[in-house]
């Protein structure tokens, strides 16, 4: 196989940054798109030029045509297409998170092993170059061991509303949807330690605050002011094996001053900034040093990372590498999230 003939099933609006990067991709081949919304899917088959149209996964899936999909449905949606297309013999990239559940996690595992296909989760932040970079330098023991890791990411009014704001298509609110990327570069970041405990609390004081006036935020397209099922923010503590713990704030509304965000590790010998820009801190000749790498850009730039999502998906396919985000991570990261919100609903540490 030279080049991989790819779908993109559900085509909203993270489908853009997939149907974009297959375009550009020189080994890759958008050959079909997918959503139950025909008229969504004729309008992105002639702009990004794929030639086959369906508004029903599985038969997108019997077609041999294909080789591998793009998942990119409502999170609970998740496992059931992924597991269709691995027994269809697809191999899988699946929008973060994996699915809504640690029972389906492990169903979309044992499918993956079963049929020996590939499936790659996207966690975009870990293809970001930066954290590539500085993973380099983690492996190399630049930073020692990392046995704090911290990050926040607050929005005061970002309830998105529509499916992200239903329970029932999310599987949560801020926690689910932007806690997975922050703990997941993390843990990521910290050598993927194994978890043993987690703490964590949920909030539903605020609601999506749809009274505000004089500020915009972004809306689903299916936005319904009168409809949230979801937490408006949540935080936990993750303790690991190795005695390293991670704590997690996040937010969609918050009486906060303003949206922030921020990636931070700390180790023996030195620590990290990953958000909002790149810096290393160590210290020389009893002198502490922040250190700013010389970089193309020193935040997270969205647009490149996800080129290297692909990029990485389709190598993976041509050469039978395994993927920088396999399963098994797509799968401690739904233990973690799902330990926070039981944890947060039983109101006690709980043991993984
Ligand atoms: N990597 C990132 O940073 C990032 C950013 C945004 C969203 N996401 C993830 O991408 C996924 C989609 O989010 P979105 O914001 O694009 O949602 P969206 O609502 O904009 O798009 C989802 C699409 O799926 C379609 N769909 C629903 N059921 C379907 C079915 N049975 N078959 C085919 N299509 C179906 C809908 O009609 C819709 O067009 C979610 O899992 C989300 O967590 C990831």
């Not at 959503?35 to 030029?49: H, I, L, P, S």
Request: one cysteine or more; aromatic letters at 8%.
């Amino acid at each position: 196989m030279s080049t991989v003939r790819v779908a993109v099933i559900g085509l909203g609006s993270i489908s853009d940054s997939h149907l974009t990067s297959y375009q550009r991709h020189p080994e890759a081949r958008l050959y079909a798109v997918c959503d139950v919304n025909e008229e969504r899917a004729r309008k992105k088959a002639a702009e990004f030029g794929a030639e086959a149209i369906y508004t029903d996964y599985r038969a997108l899936l019997a077609d041999e045509q294909i080789d591998a999909v793009s998942i990119c449905t409502w999170n609970n949606l998740h496992a059931e297409i992924c597991i269709a297309a691995l027994e269809a013999g697809k191999h899988v990239l699946v929008e973060k998170p994996l699915c809504k559940t640690v029972e389906e996690a492990l169903r979309i595992q044992e499918a993956v092993h079963r049929t020996g296909r590939l499936l790659q989760v996207g966690f975009v932040r870990r293809y970001d170059r930066n954290v590539q970079m500085l993973r380099e330098f983690a492996a190399g023991g630049e930073f020692g061991d990392i046995y704090y890791a911290k990050a926040s990411a607050i929005r005061r009014l970002g309830n998105p509303g529509g499916w992200f704001a239903d329970i029932e298509r999310s599987g949560g609110g801020p926690l689910i949807d932007i806690g997975v990327h922050m703990i997941d570069l993390l843990w990521y970041m910290m050598g993927r330690p194994k978890p043993v405990t987690v703490s964590g609390n949920t909030y539903r004081k605020l609601g999506n605050r749809a009274h505000i006036r004089h500020l915009s935020f972004y809306k689903a397209a299916d936005y319904d002011a009168a409809h949230n099922t979801v937490e408006d923010m949540a935080n936990a503590l993750i303790r690991f094996d190795n005695g390293a713990s991670l704590s997690v704030d996040v937010s969609f509304t918050l009486h906060a001053k303003e949206d922030s965000i921020s990636t931070k590790l700390y180790g023996t010998k030195g620590g990290i900034e990953i958000d909002p820009s790149v810096t290393i801190v160590t210290e020389k000749y009893n002198t502490i040093l922040n250190v700013t790498p010389q970089v193309d850009r020193t935040g997270f730039h969205f647009e490149s990372a996800f080129q290297q999502e692909i990029g990485h998906f389709i190598e993976c396919i041509l050469t039978g590498k395994q993927p920088l985000s396999p399963v098994e991570d797509g799968v401690a990261l739904m233990k973690m999230l799902c330990g926070i919100y039981e944890s947060a609903a039983l109101g006690k540490e709980i043991a993984l």
